[in-house]
């Protein structure tokens, strides 16, 4: 549900100040957001029973979900990780109906 109302937020926030010139400005910022909706989604799984079971529906491998779910790593420096980054990577957030920053500005500039 968040996914869908910060895609929302996006759209509109991109059209509005993306006439700029600042691509890597988009690039940056489409980082961050991805790397927030992954802490999200850790911080919503909670236990590390949830977490493996959850990395592994994701597809990671079973060795690879444990040592992601069992680690004292926060949310924030966890969302780094291989395996996090492999269940929730840009094409899983894109099929959950997260935009792109930057593909929203290429729209705007190149009009493709």
Aim: proline share 2%; with cysteine; net charge positive.
């Amino acid at each position: 549900m968040f996914i869908y109302k910060l895609t929302q937020y996006l759209r509109g926030w991109g059209h509005y100040y993306l006439i700029a010139n600042a691509y890597q400005l988009t690039v940056d910022l489409d980082h961050w957001i991805r790397r927030r909706i992954r802490m999200c989604y850790w911080r919503q799984w909670r236990k590390p029973r949830t977490k493996v079971r959850s990395l592994m529906k994701l597809g990671v491998s079973e060795r690879l979900a444990i040592a992601c779910g069992i680690t004292s790593k926060g949310p924030c420096r966890s969302s780094k990780t291989k395996g996090i980054n492999i269940a929730l990577g840009n094409d899983y957030l894109a099929s959950q109906g997260l935009v792109s920053l930057k593909d929203i500005w290429i729209n705007i500039h190149y009009g493709r």
